[in-house]
């Protein structure tokens, strides 16, 4: 069992930048890969950023890439992703999720989830 509580959510100015963490409960941290989801009102919710359990791979949409950096501390048994360059369309409830297997970007092969952060990108 695997409980994922994100925070550092905010609003921003476009351009800005944020930095979200998800600590993690559990003592199999380590051996889950790790991934970053969002949801915009109205929108699925869609694939941002994923990370293997080594933190060896790392795989990110077209849409963040270049702009948002994930990564992981085991020994913290906490993610984060790093949010530069944000913009409008970032805004969003940011999602991490755990699944004790490598790293994907669907969203339902996520078994465990946090409750979300809302990040706001004001223009």
């Known amino acids: 069992q695997v409980q994922l509580v994100e925070s550092g959510g905010g609003l921003v100015q476009a351009g800005g930048s944020l930095r979200l963490s998800c600590a993690a409960s559990g003592r199999t941290f380590s051996s889950y890969a790790m991934g970053w989801f969002r949801q915009a009102p109205g929108k699925e919710r869609e694939f941002v950023a994923a990370?293997?359990?080594?933190?060896?791979?790392?795989y990110y949409a077209d849409s963040v890439k270049g702009r948002f950096t994930i990564s992981r501390d085991n020994g913290k048994k906490t993610v984060y992703l790093q949010m530069n360059s944000l913009k409008p369309e970032d805004t969003a409830v940011y999602y991490c999720a755990a699944r004790p297997a490598r790293a994907t970007m669907a969203y339902d092969e996520y078994i465990y989830w946090g409750q979300g952060t809302q990040v706001t990108v004001s223009s």
């Open positions: 990370i293997s359990w080594t933190g060896g791979n790392t």
